[in-house]
T-cell receptor, first 112, second 111 residues
Framework: NAGVTQTPKFQVLKTGQSMTLQCAQDMNHEYMSWYRQDPGMGLRLIHYSVGAGITDQGEVPNGYNVSRSTTEDFPLRLLSAAPSQTSVYFC???????????FGPGTRLTVT | GEDVEQSLFLSVREGDSSVINCTYTDSSSTYLYWYKQEPGAGLQLLTYIFSNMDMKQDQRLTVLLNKKDKHLSLRIADTQTGDSAIYFCAERINNNNDMRFGAGTRLTVKP
């Protein structure tokens, strides 16, 4: 199993550009989540999904969209990038809400 | 308070014990976790404790939970240079998929 994979590893955007961060898992996990990690702060939940076709907002959803058309994939879309979205983004998956989350390696995004 | 709180830095000598402390927010949290993050990598689950337990031991790791004070600690015995990393405390908010993370404690192990 590859586990949780994320692409790209690094990305630089200009303010106003849009892009999609990709996340995929091959463990048949129902739950998937997106977090952002900022210096001096813990991970903050952006959006999550409890199964294909079901998504919900986390703590900091503004400026981000998600969809879950398959169990495997959970892309995160930035509609119009802002410098405040400069961060490291982690995708995670788990078999259920009370189970261990498996994290991807992260995507480091810089918005200039 | 609203935040999961941890001290940001801890420095120990190789062979000593390390104790990383955390206070969490929700007395009804059912699971509490310790994650380790090495440079440039994602978070890796080290251990977790269910809220009806006071202590859990796993090889060099000991987790202590004080529900009354909402205090969680991670003790690493015989700390090695390979233990140098950032350690995150996290709580699973009951009946919710939300997990709240602390800001992380950067552990530095000096030879």
């Amino acid at each position: 199993n590859a586990g949780v994979t994320q692409t790209p590893k690094f990305q630089v955007l200009k303010t106003g550009q849009s892009m999609t961060l990709q996340c995929a898992q091959d463990m048949n996990h129902e739950y998937m989540s997106w977090y952002r990690q900022d210096p001096g702060m813990g991970l903050r939940l952006i959006h999550y999904s409890v199964g294909a076709g079901i998504t919900d907002q986390g703590e900091v959803p503004n400026g981000y969209n998600v969809s879950r058309s398959t169990t495997e994939d959970f892309p995160l879309r930035l509609l119009s990038a802002a410098p405040s979205q400069t961060s490291v983004y982690f995708c995670a998956s788990s078999p259920g809400w009370s189970y261990e989350q498996y994290f991807g390696p992260g995507t480091r995004l810089t918005v200039t | 308070g609203e935040d999961v709180e941890q001290s940001l830095f801890l420095s120990v000598r190789e062979g000593d014990s390390s104790v990383i402390n955390c206070t969490y927010t929700d007395s009804s949290s059912t699971y509490l976790y310790w994650y380790k993050q090495e440079p440039g990598a994602g978070l890796q689950l080290l251990t977790y404790i269910f809220s009806n337990m006071d202590m859990k031991q796993d090889q060099r790791l000991t987790v202590l939970l004080n529900k009354k004070d909402k205090h969680l600690s991670l003790r690493i015995a015989d700390t090695q240079t390979g233990d140098s990393a950032i350690y995150f405390c996290a709580e699973r908010i009951n009946n919710n998929n939300d997990m709240r993370f602390g800001a992380g404690t950067r552990l530095t192990v000096k030879p």
